[in-house]
């Protein structure tokens, strides 16, 4: 069995906004905190994969308490969304099914299709999710080749804003709770364009108050972080 790793016991605690590189796994994110605060115990509120880049709110020693609340905020993302194929992955990460179409959807018809995904929603995950099912991950099954249909969740979209368009590339900000997977509304906002859906690129701008504005790139975490780069431990429960 791999070791637990050991914590400091130490009085720093608080959070630390990290804007995640391309690649980067979000755990790839919490070792490089912990080793920067001397190992001090550290925990993150929102998986972001490693295809994306972005907020990745980092809790340190008391401050792990507040991963669940923190988990429960609102997310905003700004995303391109490729409309001229599907992928296994519904990002660009799979193999692509081009889908020809005989034009490509006006802007209208996009603002009509968004609409029909804001509110609370039905949402089936990806296949290729962290999602488990019977013991395994969702992702791993669908790598060794099984069929996995995952159920539908009700998942809340505040909001769509439609940034730019230029066939086939979309580009949206997107306001939503947890649980919502943006590569989930690529692929269906193209099944219902009768065009093609996938992430060709995802950025997440904010986890509740805490934004881009207040993030620390990678090279940040080559030094050693003290309690003045920390943001104060939000109430805990």
């Given at each position: ?8 016991k ?18 790839d994110v ?8 001397g ?27 507040a ?14 969304i ?16 081009e ?11 996009i603002?009509?299709a ?6 609370e929603?039905e949402?089936?995950?990806p296949?290729?999710?962290a999602?488990?099912?019977?013991g395994?991950r969702?992702y ?8 996995v ?5 009700v ?5 769509i ?10 580009t ?9 997977y ?8 193209g099944a219902r364009?009768?065009?093609g ?10 986890v ?28 805990l429960?």
């Open positions: 069995m791999p070791r637990r790793p050991r914590y400091r130490s009085a720093l605690e608080g959070l630390l906004v990290v804007d995640k590189p391309l690649g980067w796994s979000s755990m919490v070792r490089r905190v912990r080793h920067a605060a190992f001090v115990k550290t925990g993150h509120a929102g998986t972001l994969d490693p295809l994306a880049t972005g907020v990745v709110v980092c809790c340190l020693g008391r401050a792990t308490r991963v669940e609340a923190l988990m429960a905020q609102p997310k905003r993302y700004e995303t391109v490729d409309l001229s194929a599907f992928t296994s992955t519904d990002d660009r990460e799979g193999p692509r099914e889908v020809v179409v005989d034009r490509p959807p006006t802007e209208a018809e603002d009509e968004l609409q029909g995904f804001v509110g929603i949402q089936a995950p296949a290729y999710s999602i488990h099912v019977e395994k969702a791993d099954l669908a790598r060794a080749g099984e069929q249909e995952l159920p539908k969740r998942v809340r979209v505040d909001g804003q439609r940034l730019g368009y230029a066939w086939p590339e979309l949206l900000a997107i306001d939503c709770g947890k649980g919502f943006v590569r989930s509304l690529a692929r269906d906002l364009l009768g065009c859906g996938h992430l060709a690129s995802l950025r997440r701008t904010a509740g108050e805490y934004d881009l504005s207040r993030a620390v790139g990678p090279e940040r975490l080559m030094e050693p972080i003290g309690a003045d780069d920390l943001w104060p431990t939000p109430p429960p």
